[in-house]
C-alpha cells in the first residue's frame, strides 16, 4: 500500500495543477458547457487512478524486467547478444509507451487518417530499437556520448532539409512524447545493468545517463524518414468535430472501453511474452518474484485502460476548447500569458523532475542546487510553451526558426559540458515532457492552431512536445558548464 499511496501523491501534484487552473479559466475567461466541464472532472479523477495504478505496476512488474534483463545481459559478455535484445525490448517497450499513443491518435485524428496512427506507432518504434541498440553497442565499446550526439544530430539535420513541414513538427514531438512513463524507467534499468560490463566505475556511472536521448533521437529520425520516402505532399488537418462535441455525459467514456482495452492488451502481452521467454531460458526467477511481476502487469494495464480513458473521453476536449476561445479573443496576451502558466505549473508538478534535480545535487555533491534546477527548468519549460503559441499566433514564424539553434547550441555545449552532464541533459528531455505535455498542451496548442485564420493544425498544432523536450538539453548543460567552472576555482582555491 505504501507503494500505491507514493504513487497516487506523485500523480495528484501532476494532475491537480492544471485541473484548478482549468477551473479557474472555466469561472472567468472561457466559460464551458455543463457537460463538458463534467467530462473533464471525470476525465482528471480517471487520470489521477489510472496513472496511479499504472506507475505501481510499471515499478513492481516492468522496471525489475528491465533490471534483470540489463543483469542478463552484462553477463552474457556478448555485443551481438546484447544489441539483439536492444532491438527486441527496444521496440515492443516504444509500441506499449502511452504518450507515444496519444499523440499517434491526435496526429490521426487531425490528419482524418493521411497519417495512420499504426504507422506512426510502429514507425517511431523501430527507430528507438535501432538507437537502442546502437546505444547499448556505444556502453560496451566505450565510445564518448558528445560525439555520438553529434554525429546523431547532424544526420537529423541533413534528413530534416528534405522533410514537409507536417512531419518536422511531429518528428520532434515523437522524440518527447516517447520517452514517457514506461520507456524511460526501462531503458535507464537496462542501460544500468549493460554499462556493469564495464570494469570502471567511473566509466559505469557515466553510461548509466545517455541511452534515453539516443533512443530519443530514433523517434526523430524514423517519423522523418517516414516523410522523405513516402514523398508526402503538403498535407492540411483541423480538429474533428468529435475532439469538441460530445453527445452525452458517460456516452463518450463507456463507447472507447473495449477499444482501449484491445489496444492496451496489444501493446503489453510482447513484453510478457519476452521476459516469459527470456526467463524459460536464462532467468529463472522464483515463483514469488514471478507472481509479483503478474501481478505488476495486471497494475499496467488496468492503469493505463484508464488513463487513456480518461485523456482520450474528458481531458483533452477541454485542453483544445481552451485553448481554441483563448485564441479567438481580439487580445492574443492571455493565449500566450496561459501557455507560459501551463508551461510553469507542470513542470513544477512533474514528479520526476525532482527526482532528477535530487539526483544532481546527489552528483554534484551539492554544488549546483535544487532550487537553481528547478527555476531553471521552470522558466525555459514556461518559455518553451509560450514560444510555441507566439509560432502559431504569428504567422511566418516556423519550428526549425526554434529549433535549429537550440540543438546546435546543445551539441555544442556537449564538448565543454562534464559527460555526466551532457548524458542527464539528453535524458532529462523525457522527464520535462511527462504526461500532462503530452495531453492537455498538446490539445491546447492544437485549439489554438484551429482557431488562428492561416494556421494549419497539422503544421501549427504540433511541435509543443518538441519545443518542452529541447529545453532541459540547455538548461541543464549550462548549469554543467557552471559546475565545472566551479570545480576549477574550488580547485585553483586549494592549491593557492
Known sequence: MGLIQSKFKEVIYSVLPITLLVVVLHFTLTPLE??????FLIGAALIIVGLTIFLTGVDVGITPIGNMMGGSLAKS??????????????FFISVAE??????????????SGQIAKTSIVLVVSVGIAVMIALGLARIVYN?????????????????CIFVSPEFLAISFDASGATTGALTVPFILALAAGVSKLKKDSASSENDSFGLVGIASAGAIIGVAM????????????????????????????????PKLAWEVILA??????????????SLKVSRESMRKILFGFLY???????????VNAGFMEVGSVVGYRLARMESKFWVILIGFVLGMVTILAEPAVYILNQQIEDVTSGYVKRKAVMAFLAIGVASAVALSIVRIVIPGVQLWHYLLPGYVLSIALSFFVPQLFVGIA????????????????????????????GANVLVDGFGVIAMVAMTPLIALQVLGLIFKIKSKKEGVAEHS
Do not use: C, K, W
Request: glycine content about 10%.
Open 34 to 39: 455543463t457537460d463538458m466541464m463534467l467530462r
Open 98 to 111: 502511452p504518450d507515444l499513443h496519444i499523440l499517434a491518435g491526435q496526429v490521426d485524428a487531425v490528419s
Open 268 to 281: 503489453l502481452s510482447p513484453i510478457l511474452v519476452i521476459f516469459l521467454v527470456f526467463n524459460a531460458v
Open 300 to 310: 499496467a494495464f488496468m492503469g493505463l485502460v484508464l488513463f487513456l480513458l480518461g
Open 77 to 90: 559478455n556478448r555485443i551481438l547478444i546484447v544489441v539483439i535484445v536492444g532491438l527486441l525490448l527496444g
Open 226 to 257: 517516414m516523410s522523405v520516402l513516402s514523398g508526402a505532399e503538403r498535407m492540411t488537418g483541423s480538429l474533428p468535430e468529435s475532439a469538441i462535441t460530445a453527445d452525452s455525459l458517460l456516452g463518450p467514456f463507456l463507447r472507447m472501453i
Open 143 to 159: 565510445i564518448p556520448l558528445h560525439l555520438v550526439f553529434a554525429a546523431v544530430y547532424g544526420i537529423i539535420l541533413i534528413i
Open 426 to 453: 539528453f535524458d532529462s528531455g523525457g522527464v520535462a515532457s511527462g504526461p500532462m505535455t503530452a495531453t492537455f498542451i498538446l490539445a491546447y496548442a492544437q485549439g489554438v492552431a484551429e482557431a488562428v485564420d
